[in-house]
């Protein structure tokens, strides 16, 4: 193996591999599904839980279980909701939700990391609650959020486009595609 880590070519996704090189490298959720099908490790948990248990499978030991799908669905909020509207347990950040919120928000209303925990934290508030939870953390959304590891594509072009204001999109996707053919720095992983 060369020390120039830029020259290095970026394997095949194989049962072939050892953990260790399947983290050295960057792989798509779909390429790793690919994968765990081929080796029969389920599939579930996200990209980060499948990789640890497809490196776990590739060295031979027993990967670990992928986390049950015990969320209670429970009662799901149908139209017509208003400010006095209960969220229930298990309510889930549905259409009926966005489109009261953006009548009661306006169009600038969606999702964010805030929204989607009160709604599935708040069981028991009320749909009013939430537009006040809504306008009481616009200042904090508005910072610079972190960037969870599985978005590795979203924090590369988050930071190439900070470092290059006037870069094109075009020039973003071919800086990472290039970024994600080399090999992961050690503490990337």
Known sequence: M???MGAETRPEL???LRGDE????YWTLAELTVLARELGVSRGGGKVALTER?????DGGAPAAAPSRTRNAGHQLAAPVNGSTVIPEGQRCSQV?????RREIGPSF?????????????AGRTLA????????TRQTA???QKIGAQFELNRFLRDWHAERPAGSRTEALAAWRAHRNRPRSPAAR
Do not use: C, T
């Open 2 to 4: 060369s020390s120039n």
């Open 14 to 16: 194989s049962a072939a």
């Open 22 to 25: 399947l983290a050295r490298w």
């Open 54 to 58: 497809l490196r776990a499978a590739l």
């Open 97 to 101: 939700l966005r489109e009261y919120f």
């Open 110 to 122: 969606h999702f964010d990391a805030y929204m989607r925990a009160f709604v599935a934290e708040g």
């Open 129 to 136: 609650d939430a537009i006040a939870h809504w306008h009481d």
């Open 142 to 144: 508005a910072q610079l």
